[in-house]
């Protein structure tokens, strides 16, 4: 069901944000973004620069390619619109993902390694969500070497809560599941809810002088 409809307002701004991937001969995994910034209207931005209702203020693409881990083995980038001579300056940078992980740490690797200047604000947005993308085409990213352990999806959204109908439903040997302490040596327990009182523990205090 889309959004409902408003009357009376004029378009002014419109981004384009897509994302592909493709599986490669090679068993590796190609996952690109592609951004495109327009208006509605002719502008003129600062220096007297123009653009044109229509024409990109930024066009821009990143193809990684990922092992089934989602770790970047290579990263290419392309800007075929920019604001700024100096844009594409940034691109270089990009290289510094090659060996980042998606499954773990994305978003700090980017800020480490493109934040601020060292990188291009809208080079980053597509990077931070290319890891989604990339979770949602390589299906190996969610399984877990330990059969205890529940997939990386799990308790991540309102949709895979642990105590949700979800989890109960496709995962309910991982229904109320909670993640080890920090230095036990045993596995998770799975943690169960029960209406009964026969399950309930036993209150002694009858048993008390």
């Not at 990922?66 to 100096?86: N, Q, R, Y």
């Amino acid at each position: 069901m889309p959004l409902s409809p408003v009357p009376n307002r004029v378009p002014k701004h419109l981004r384009d944000v897509r994302y592909r991937s493709f599986e490669r001969a090679d068993g590796l995994w190609d996952v690109e973004g592609e951004l495109v910034d327009t208006k509605a209207y002719d502008l003129v931005l600062s220096g007297e620069r123009k653009r044109m209702a229509g024409e990109p203020i930024h066009h821009m693409w990143i193809r990684c390619t990922i092992d089934t881990t989602l770790t970047v083995v290579a990263i290419e980038v392309a800007m075929d619109a920019h604001p700024l001579g100096e844009c594409p300056l940034a691109l270089p940078a990009m290289q510094r993902m090659v060996g980042c992980c998606m499954a773990r740490g994305w978003r700090k690797a980017i800020e480490a390694n493109l934040g601020n200047i060292e990188g291009c604000t809208h080079m980053r947005e597509l990077l931070f969500n290319m890891a989604t993308a990339a979770f949602q085409s390589v299906n190996q990213a969610f399984a877990r070497p330990q059969s205890d352990q529940p997939p990386r999806h799990l308790g991540q959204c309102k949709g895979w809560d642990f105590n949700g109908k979800g989890v109960a439903t496709i995962y309910p040997q991982f229904i109320g599941w909670q993640a080890p302490k920090p230095g036990s040596t045993g596995t998770a327990a799975v943690a169960t809810t029960s209406a009964n009182p026969a399950d309930k523990p036993a209150d002694d205090s009858a048993n008390k002088g």
